[in-house]
T-cell receptor, first 115, second 110 residues
Framework: GAVVSQHPSWVICKSGTSVKIECRSL??????MFWYRQFPKQSLMLMAT?????????EQGVEKDKFLINHASLTLSTLTVTSAHPEDSSFYIC???????????FGDGTRLSIL | EDQVTQSPEALRLQEGESSSLNCSYT??????LFWYRQDPGKGPEFLFT???AGEEKEKERLKATLTKKESFLHITAPKPEDSATYLC???????????FGAGTRLFVKA
């Protein structure tokens, strides 16, 4: 149980392109979803927290116009990196929680490479 | 400020050589402490949640313990397939925000 699917797993695109990443909870309802960024050999840096039907809460230093988050249903959240540039290249990971004392369950991440 | 520090950064063990990973934390109010395993190029896999000092949880060769200031992940007779990065995270009672440590990279040699 508690499976989170993230798609795509790998994206390579040109600078200026917008990229959408999907995060789905397959077998539970995710009241809260989280988006993280991870640099090589470093820990997870929380970018934003989203609750179904509400606007996402962004961490300090994260540009909300750059990283658009939509949590349209209890099983789907999307992260759109708008007008991506090489410095946006990173490993992006989503997680989902069923609320209460439930832990976060993670997707397998998306490797984003901007040329 | 809430903080999580894991040590060592990397640990190399021979197969069967038991050891422990440390997670020291400071948090205004602890709601839960989590251990995750992360394989290269993958998302973290949930292992344990600990809620209060004195609590212990076990899963196969892994055992997690918790005090008021730190948590240990004990690995008994590790196998090469236990090689991974182990992440510790704490969630505070205030904003329910989860803070991750930098992880311990474990290498187990056959």
């Amino acid at each position: 149980g508690a499976v989170v699917s993230q798609h795509p797993s790998w994206v390579i695109c040109k600078s200026g392109t917008s990229v959408k990443i999907e995060c789905r909870s397959l077998d539970f309802q995710a009241t809260t979803m989280f988006w993280y960024r991870q640099f090589p050999k470093q820990s997870l840096m929380l970018m934003a927290t989203s609750n179904e039907g509400s606007k996402a809460t962004y961490e300090q230093g994260v540009e909300k116009d750059k990283f658009l988050i939509n949590h349209a249903s209890l099983t789907l959240s999307t992260l759109t990196v708008t007008s991506a540039h090489p410095e946006d290249s990173s490993f992006y990971i989503c997680s989902a929680s069923g609320g209460g004392d439930q832990p976060q369950h993670f997707g397998d991440g998306t490797r984003l490479s901007i040329l | 400020e809430d903080q999580v520090t894991q040590s060592p950064e990397a640990l190399r063990l021979q197969e069967g050589e038991s050891s422990s990973l440390n997670c020291s934390y400071t948090v205004s109010g602890l709601r839960g402490l989590f251990w995750y395993r992360q394989d290269p190029g993958k998302g973290p896999e949930f292992l344990f949640t600990l809620y209060s000092a004195g609590e212990e949880k076990e899963k196969e060769r892994l055992k997690a313990t918790l005090t008021k200031k730190e948590s240990f992940l004990h690995i008994t007779a590790p196998k090469p397939e236990d090689s991974a990065t182990y992440l510790c995270a704490v969630e505070n009672t205030g904003g329910f925000k989860t803070i991750f440590g930098a992880g311990t990279r474990l290498f187990v040699k056959a």
